[in-house]
């Protein structure tokens, strides 16, 4: 179990961070595909993934089937990847960050034993 003070990383994904996109979708099927909307793509705005579907009768089918699509998109993966292992930040940002003295210890030997070294 962490501790109290750890932080553990929270990331969520929902359709309020995508834009959602219906359409007709045309092909076989007569009418009723010529009438409604039944297609759907997801578009995820911060990796530009796309999920599209359009093979089945149900608009939420579809929406379901695109989601899981765009979720598998390559984009979206390295996305995910980034904002796990870096925080959303790109490696030289974060390097920038931990590389300040207020981040670094300093250590040296004396008689043999590591002791911080104060640097004032």
């Known amino acids: 179990m962490p501790s109290s003070n750890s932080r553990t990383p929270f990331l969520s ?17 007569g009418q009723h595909q010529n009438k409604s909307e039944t297609g759907v793509r997801i578009i995820h705005r911060a990796s530009g993934a796309v999920g ?9 089918q579809n929406k379901q089937a695109a989601w899981r699509r765009m979720a598998a ?3 979206f993966k390295v996305w995910l990847n980034r904002q796990l ?6 490696p030289e940002q974060r390097a920038k960050q931990d590389m300040k003295p207020s981040n670094l210890k300093v250590e040296g030997k004396r008689d043999g034993k590591w002791v911080p070294i104060d640097e004032s």
């Open 73 to 75: 998109h390559p984009r």
């Open 13 to 29: 994904v929902t359709m309020k961070d995508c834009d959602l996109q219906t359409f007709r979708s045309g092909g076989p099927g």
């Open 85 to 90: 292992w870096y925080g959303g930040a790109l």
């Open 52 to 60: 599209e579907s359009r093979e089945h009768r149900s608009q939420l």
